[in-house]
């Protein structure tokens, strides 16, 4: 079943070297107060909800369309050489579209999913605010690495003609 998978334009090379889309964080549970109180005080640690929670690759149903969605997105600095300067960037994970093609048994939609990990609904409806026109139901997980022999093309969100792969 066709399932659609983004990324940065800075991930693609690493990814097609490994020839695998990796697992992720799941965010099956919400961060412990402990890891909150670590990057408010600027030393973040690990978090060990995030340790413990089960690795992913997500996936949506539906291709992407209109304003990249807030979950897709990562804050950012950029050090200007010789200037000492640094600017803040917006980075965006939803530009490059993976278009995979994975049996059905090997997806779960990301509610269900989240109902079997006991996800509290407060942390979900706040996961829904990030994801911009698409929630819990739009959203698909595969708890295993997606192959490169499972990937049907591989192209620019914005613009589409400029494919990067497409399956043979």
């Not at 965010?27 to 005080?41: G, M, R, W």
């Not at 640690?45 to 539906?62: G, Q, R, T």
Request: proline share 5%; charged share 30%; aromatic share 12%.
């Amino acid at each position: 079943m066709i399932f659609y998978h983004y990324t940065a334009v800075e991930h693609v090379n690493t990814i097609l070297e490994s020839g695998y889309l990796k697992l992720c964080e799941s965010n099956a549970l919400p961060p412990t107060q402990e890891y909150i109180d670590s990057v408010k005080s600027g030393n973040p640690i690990e978090d060990a909800n995030e340790l413990d929670s089960p690795k992913v690759v997500w996936l949506f149903k539906k291709q992407l369309a209109g304003k990249t969605p807030r979950m897709l997105t990562s804050n950012g600095s950029v050090k200007l050489a010789g200037v000492g300067q640094v600017l803040p960037v917006v980075f965006d994970k939803s530009k490059i579209e993976f278009t995979v093609d994975i049996p059905i048994e090997d997806v779960q939609r990301s509610d269900k999913f989240f109902r079997q990990f006991n996800t509290p609904e407060w942390w979900i409806k706040g996961l829904e605010e990030f994801g911009g026109n698409t929630g819990v139901k739009d959203w698909y997980v595969c708890r295993r690495e997606i192959l490169e022999s499972e990937w049907v093309e591989i192209k620019d969100r914005y613009n589409p003609k400029n494919s990067i792969k497409r399956k043979k």
